[in-house]
């Protein structure tokens, strides 16, 4: 009766202890932003340099010039009046693409734009971006585990201040 | 400002593929602009962006700072017929979030 009776109070304050925890760990606020920050790669995303942020996001790879990727800034291409908002097209015949990183080089932050497709996703993939003065914007598409990269080079009139 | 605009989004299917355009509103403040008092407007912008249809992803973008103010997405998806649905959510650095939701006509 009484073994009984101590096992019951021993769940008790089981029970109660990790419900304080949980209740301290999500109070805290640390558990919600993680979760759903978990997959913003934030260190490539405050790099510097294109360099920087390339290494953050795909390592040290093989980079491979390739003209099957059609990428064009800015409208009329490789121009535009307001560097805060400039179209950008990408088109590509290659398969399998795992990721599609646009970057600005003279941007405080160059990694624009990080963009995951599945297999069902298929280019032109179209947006807009801030640039903040004359710059090359370089795309860098990751297809079958080789890194495809190509560069325009385009003149701001107005900077986008990013 | 587009503080009163909402997210919008439509979505066409054409047989082979089903297209999708997004605006979404949204200031994307990056940090270092200023506002009309000469004080810097603090880091407000999308990070996450990822589309469904019908329950199944599609497609993530993540956004640092130099997406233009309120981001436009176009793209395409294989397949698709009309009456699919396609979500997409967005979450931003401060961690507001936004849902918008469309069939596909």
């Known amino acids: 009766m009484k073994q009984g ?8 304050v089981k029970q109660v202890i990790s419900a304080a925890t949980l209740a301290l760990v999500a109070s805290s606020g640390l558990l919600i932003p993680q979760r759903l920050l978990a997959h913003w790669p934030r260190e490539a995303f405050n790099a510097k340099t294109i360099e920087d942020a390339l290494l953050a996001l795909v390592g040290e790879a093989e980079q491979l010039n390739d003209d099957s990727i059609r990428f064009t800034v800015g409208s009329p291409p490789s121009y535009a009046v307001n560097g805060a908002s400039v179209p950008v097209e990408l088109e590509t015949s290659l398969e399998n693409i795992e990721r599609v990183i646009i970057l600005v080089e003279k941007n405080p932050q160059p990694l624009a734009m990080l963009i995951e497709p599945t297999e069902y996703m298929v280019m032109p993939f179209k947006s807009m971006i801030k640039i903040a003065e004359d710059s ?3 795309a860098v598409v990751r297809a079958n585990g080789q890194l495809y990269t190509t560069s325009r080079s385009v003149r701001i009139d107005v900077g986008g201040c990013a | 400002m587009a503080v009163q605009a909402r997210d919008r ?8 593929f089903t297209t999708v355009r997004i605006l979404l509103a949204h200031p994307m403040h990056t940090g270092r ?32 700072t130099a997406t233009a103010r309120n981001p436009y997405f176009a793209f395409q998806l294989k397949g698709g017929e009309p009456g699919d649905i396609i979500t997409v959510r967005w979450v931003d650095n401060l961690g507001a979030k936004g849902t918008v939701e469309t069939t596909v006509t």
């Open chain 1, 136 to 138: 090359d914007v370089m």
């Open chain 2, 33 to 64: 602009g200023m506002d009309e008092n000469e004080q810097l407007v603090p880091a407000e912008y999308i990070q996450d962006i990822r589309c469904w249809r019908n329950k199944q992803e599609m497609l993530a973008v993540k956004c640092g």
């Open chain 1, 5 to 12: 009776h101590n096992k019951q109070r021993r769940k008790v």
């Open chain 2, 9 to 16: 989004i439509r979505a066409r299917a054409n047989g082979e």
